[in-house]
């Protein structure tokens, strides 16, 4: 059992910021400050801030982190450059956690996938991802982080639109007389928030460092 | 139990040939009329002839078959235009089926593609096919016949080649809350034997006429 | 685009109640009369009434649809033998649908499921259900729907308990040389209440007669 | 490229000894030395024995290994645990590799499925495996090799018989969210012989010691 965390949410009104509470309350934490369109509240100060807002919040955020020495565990998409700097920079005086997936399995897919490559570097490589048809972009974010792992050759990714699919991803290795694939499929939301809740409980214990979520589940 | 077929074959040295004669076999049908590059040889007149050479040995086939009055099941694939309005033409007076799959699960998945379509006309639609990394074109030819039911709508098709897999194929239907698929994997040649023996104990029934594979599965 | 529908609701604020009325409002459809624990309330007569609350709340719901001659559509599960009974007694005089599953694709899977049968009689079958860790029951309501097509066999069926997966169906068929599934993946419980809107859609047509989900989606 | 191996095969004329045969020739390995039914053969004293046989032939393996001071991979199924302990003692004086399934896909699941527990101690395990209709046995060898992972808990493990499948396993971790799995399909008895050649170009560089295939794969 992990000890009680006083905890702030930026953006706790957002679908994922709802999640992080509900996680966070299920586990015994206690929600002390929060941030969201309808203004701040604080009770006492808390020992880690989640952002799960979007990237124009940063600067506020950023400012609360650092005046008040804060660890940082970031989850909102599409920052800049510009930020991501920013973060590096204020990561020598705080410890701050910031990934585009919080998923837990994603991260062990993507471990496993390097391994399985290491052993199998002949076979052949197929990605293939499913969402929902209103995603636009293919291939998706994490099939990219995927495809990223294979540097040393051009790897084809298949993308399907299905439905309301929240997020499917398969690698597979083919070899003669034999398929070695590992897959991934998101069932809800949740899943993200439990990665934060990981995140909140690894980041507490750390004086200062840019920690990424895979840091997070296999050590830094 | 079926009937005793005397049967003959064409090509029967070759890997199709051979499974169809083991097949045969086993379901105590009785080898009467052989032909392949090593010569010909015929005990009694058989009441079928399966072709599964080439298309350059068709012309010989053809004229075996009309001469002697004998049904014929061609599992030539790569036929040109011509052999097949010859075929149309000679099944007039003897009866003949002809199809580029033998497998009974393929049937059965076109069928039942054809039946959710119907049923399903609003959701989003995925084909998918996996075959070893030595098949150069994309996508399979049974990944095509899937994609032509679906006539009144654009299907993305994704073609996965990988280490030696014979040959797998997925249908994917995507509502609002739910997936429905169809799959089949071929795990090995004998399938297509098995189809053509169907196709043997449908023929022989036959007076005359032009038959798929579809016919001979779902009656004509 | 069908006409508008002036509907009801019984347990419009339990979980599948929401969607309901949710998929309803998207599809311009009236809610003109609810009822739940917190009361009735009606703004005028609906020309449909949906249950999706509990057995205890059958008797009243009967109540009403024959005093106002009101089609009825019955959601709730677990309903007792003299409640069945009763349903048929009522639809002599007015048209009812009762299912304990709208997904619209398990219909068709169970459809697909019987075609796939009849056609490979001799195939090994195996039923697998997958469903979240809190599910005591094995195997699942819809298992059996699919195990009863089987009838003259004896069918062996899996039953898996993952995390929080929603609902995962896979009937598979094998022969020699192949493997034909059929797999339906529930993703969210919207699709139940747009099962119940295709069942309005319908029975607001029809004079009187007791109707399942597969009268619905595959006439009558 | 590896160096050429002059190599001898028991039982070369078995369906796994002649496989073993084709993929030592594609890799320029030498077949000096074989034996089965119909006697034995040498041409030159080889740098390795792979046996491929049965259990009754393995006293005079040993014998011809020993005598000779040769490497020995073993690859017979079915050994009695006075054999394994003779190769326990033996490996004192030559290199020796033993295992039942030589498939490195195998190997690689094994290993990836260990990482994954390690990771995710709390989410749900499922094993499922399906094999053809004519293997009596459940669950399957390798399955109970993946239960073995697992020591600390209770696993359930679904045995699937359909058709001719040469041999699928799949383990499934569920979390509240998501859930992850690493499959293995097998699409032919080369495979085995590809994990055979690994080992024998693993065990040519050894002085003695037994080593099991996993050994072979993640270095000892």
């Known amino acids: 059992m992990s000890e009680k965390i006083k905890y702030g949410v930026v953006g706790y009104k957002g679908r994922l910021g709802g999640e992080v509470v509900n996680v966070f309350l299920e586990n ?13 509240s604080q009770r006492e100060k808390p020992s880690v801030i989640i952002d799960c807002s979007l990237p124009d919040v940063f600067g506020k955020t950023i400012k609360t982190v650092i005046e008040n020495n804060i660890p940082l565990i970031l989850a909102t998409t599409g920052l800049s450059k510009e930020q991501l700097t ?6 020598t005086v705080i410890p701050v956690v910031q990934s585009y997936n919080y998923s837990i399995g994603i991260q062990i897919l993507l471990k496993l996938t390097q391994i399985a490559h290491e052993k199998l570097p002949d076979w052949d490589i197929e990605i293939e991802e499913t969402h929902h048809r209103f995603k636009k972009d293919k291939p998706s ?3 990219k982080m995927i495809e990223n792992i294979f540097k040393d050759k051009q790897v084809n990714v298949s993308s399907l639109r299905l439905g309301n699919v929240p997020g499917d991803h ?25 990665g934060i809740l990981k995140s ?17 589940i296999f050590g830094d």
Request: charge should be neutral; glycine fraction near 10%; hydrophobic fraction near 40%.
């Open 170 to 194: 398969i690698v597979s290795f083919g070899g003669l007389g034999e398929v070695l694939s590992i897959k991934h499929v998101a069932t809800s939301r949740r899943t993200f928030a439990e």
């Open 86 to 91: 920013k973060l590096k920079e204020i990561s």
């Open 28 to 40: 015994n934490h206690e929600l002390v400050y929060k941030f969201d369109v309808d203004g701040e």
């Open 200 to 216: 909140a409980e690894f980041i507490v214990k750390k004086k200062n460092g840019l920690f990424s979520f895979t840091d997070v």
């Open 141 to 143: 974010g994490t099939a």
